[in-house]
């Protein structure tokens, strides 16, 4: 599973799933190995977050504008370096229609990240994702440890017109478009 950490939201493109689709495994048909996530439906999405039980204040409720091209930023995003500093990336599918994911990561001076994790809910309308880290190793040792992530989505509708695909909106007003945090990324990372 992807484990990106953007302005401290490090479960954004977790929980925006921008990922390709899903295997077609209906509920009731036993756990499946699935290639990825589900993408959630286009329009806004409100997200809250919570990180070993405490609200995330700083960030509050997050409002995302997703399509297809953002959620594929989103992915991107967490994407791009993990085809080299992840291994043993899984994602199944469970009979009851949710999904289970896990990965191992060696994130350099961020330490090795193990996560698991849970996404529940319809992806129309409102999902859950629930997931474990457990980081060792990371030079900053407060980085150091499991914590567990939970955040919860809901649907509110076709996005506004003050916000475009792929902007993300925080509670304190700060907007910022993924698109922006792509290339940014991909400079960084030397993809130019």
Not at 61 to 68: I, N
Not at 157 to 172: H, L, Q, R, Y
Not at 185 to 190: E, F, I, K, P, V
Request: glycine share 16%.
């Amino acid at each position: 599973m992807r484990g990106l950490i953007v302005f401290g939201i490090p479960a954004l493109a977790v929980a925006s799933l921008a990922l390709a689709g899903c295997d077609g495994t209906g509920p009731g048909q036993g756990p499946k190995v699935a290639a990825t996530l589900p993408n959630p439906k286009a329009g806004l999405w409100r997200e809250s977050f919570s990180r070993d039980g405490q609200n995330l204040g700083l960030i509050g409720d997050v409002r995302a504008c997703l399509d297809a091209v953002a959620r594929s930023r989103l992915s991107a995003l967490g994407g791009h370096a993990d085809r080299s500093m992840c291994q043993n990336q899984s994602v199944t599918r469970d009979p009851d229609g949710g999904y289970r994911f896990s990965s191992t990561c060696n994130m350099g001076p961020g330490g090795q990240v193990i996560t698991q994790g849970v996404l529940s809910g319809d992806l129309a309308s409102r999902y859950r994702v629930h997931s474990q880290t457990d980081t060792t190793g990371a030079s900053i040792g407060g980085m150091n440890g499991r914590h567990v992530m939970d955040i919860q989505a809901d649907y509110l509708g076709p996005c506004p017109g003050d916000m475009k695909p792929g902007d993300v909106m925080i509670a304190s007003g700060l907007k910022v478009n993924m698109n922006h945090l792509h290339a940014a990324t991909r400079s960084l990372a030397g993809g130019g």
